[in-house]
């Protein structure tokens, strides 16, 4: 019987690892797919909550439909930025992106 | 009972295929680990009867996001060598936030009272309600969402096309 507590389970695993990717990642645009791995366990969360917690009403689905729209935006210009970067400077290492600290 | 062995599939399925994605040397063998991550994601959400997310998902994500990633990396070929680093020295520390945060979130799941939360489950598929809600209740939400695609889609063209003019 699939209870709660395996969707939160999966849903922590899934984010940590996501987090790492986030902490770690030299190349931004792994930095962006760990990102993704990111949302993806909030919405995995979101409705299993929104399935154990509050069956009639699925308020949970339709915000993983808004965070998924949101997360295709960030991803799309997180991409051209990078690509911006890598015109100008020739790389996309997140260590090496100081060109605003002073 | 099947539906069990059916998450500890896709389960597994997740939690391998993310590893190998943040850990993968070749950044492209790492946006198709993602690939694969999401497509087991869609799955889980099969298995909770979300039909129209598990659609939302591969169409979303695998159709658009990953694909729009490997585009980047093809059109940043040159710096992904063998030879180039893909990790920061910043490994240990990485390591000891995580055993903070996990401890952290796996303290409070622990704390939580779920059995008096637990309501039910609904076995039918809900995607007329959710058509339904998004444009009875949640319509503002639901056009802003399409203002902001458009404020992405055009704010993407402009930064990518601004380079090219200046030069």
Redo the contacts between chains.
């Keep these: 019987?699939?209870t709660?507590?395996?969707?939160?389970i999966?849903s922590?695993?899934?984010f940590?690892?996501?987090?790492?990717?986030v902490?770690?990642?030299?190349?931004a645009?792994?930095i962006?797919?760990?990102l993704?791995?990111i949302f993806?366990a909030v919405?995995?969360n979101m409705?299993?909550f929104s399935?154990?917690?509050?069956?009639?009403e699925?308020?949970g689905?339709?915000f993983?439909?808004?965070i998924?729209?949101?997360?295709?935006?960030?991803?799309?210009?997180g991409?051209?930025?990078?690509?911006?970067i890598?015109?100008?400077r020739?790389?996309?290492?997140?260590?090496e992106m100081n060109i605003m600290k002073w | 009972m099947t539906s069990l062995v059916f998450f500890y599939i896709f389960a597994v399925l997740i939690v391998i295929s993310a590893i190998f994605m943040v850990t993968s040397r070749n950044i492209y063998y790492s946006a198709l680990w993602l690939a694969l991550t999401l497509f087991a994601v869609a799955g889980i959400f099969v298995l909770l009867n979300a039909y129209f997310l598990a659609g939302i998902q591969v169409l979303i994500y695998i159709g658009a996001v990953v694909v729009l990633t490997i585009f980047v990396i093809n059109l940043t070929k040159e710096i992904e060598g063998k030879t180039e680093k893909q990790f920061n020295k910043q490994t240990i520390p990485a390591l000891l936030a995580l055993l903070t945060g996990i401890v952290l979130v796996v303290l409070a799941v622990l704390k939580t009272d779920w059995a008096s939360r637990i309501a039910g489950w609904t076995n039918y598929d809900e995607t007329a309600k959710i058509g339904n809600l998004l444009l009875n209740d949640f319509v503002i939400p639901f056009e802003a969402a399409s203002v902001l695609l458009l404020i992405a889609l055009i704010g993407a063209i402009a930064i990518v096309s601004l380079d090219k003019e200046n030069k």
């Design positions: 019987m699939l709660l507590l395996h969707f939160i999966l922590i695993v899934l940590f690892i996501g987090i790492f990717g902490l770690t990642r030299r190349n645009i792994g962006l797919m760990s993704e791995l993806n919405n995995i409705v299993a399935k154990f917690l509050t069956p009639q699925i308020y689905e339709i993983t439909i808004f998924i729209t949101v997360a295709a935006a960030e991803s799309v210009l991409l051209a930025i990078i690509l911006a890598y015109r100008s020739q790389k996309i290492y997140a260590d």
